[in-house]
């Protein structure tokens, strides 16, 4: 179920760019979440997939990750400050994070988790 939970996120999220002229075949239903174009500091990507989850309340200190990416929902509601910005999102929403300085805080009821995708180069 995991698997294919996150499997899901990671096409949902491509697929729209990879197959954007296509029309989608009988039986799919696809949805664009979000579309970024970025520039890339090498032409060798390290992608990681985290699964974050954050209790009723809880607000991460200011802090930064390995690289920018999307954001997807999975459940709850999150207010995520970064730029001066807030900006508050809840399940099947997607943001991008630049992988600057942010917070984000879990500003629902019960527990939020949330998918990180994140876009670096490799070490």
């Not at 996120?9 to 949805?31: F, H, K, N, Y």
Request: with cysteine.
């Amino acid at each position: 179920m995991k698997r294919a939970c996150v499997l899901s996120i990671c096409l949902a999220v491509a697929a729209p760019a990879l197959l954007a002229d296509e029309p989608a075949p009988e039986g799919l239903t696809r949805a664009p979440l979000l579309e970024r174009q970025i520039e890339l500091p090498t032409n060798r990507l390290k992608t990681n997939l985290l699964r974050v989850t954050l209790a009723q309340g809880y607000k991460t200190p200011l802090h930064t990750h390995e690289g920018p990416g999307p954001r997807y929902v999975l459940k709850g509601q999150v207010r995520m400050e970064e730029g001066g910005e807030a900006h508050v999102y809840g399940p099947g929403e997607v943001f991008w994070e630049t992988g600057t300085w942010m917070t984000i805080e879990n500003v629902g009821q019960g527990e939020a988790e949330l998918l990180i995708v994140e876009l670096t180069s490799p070490k």
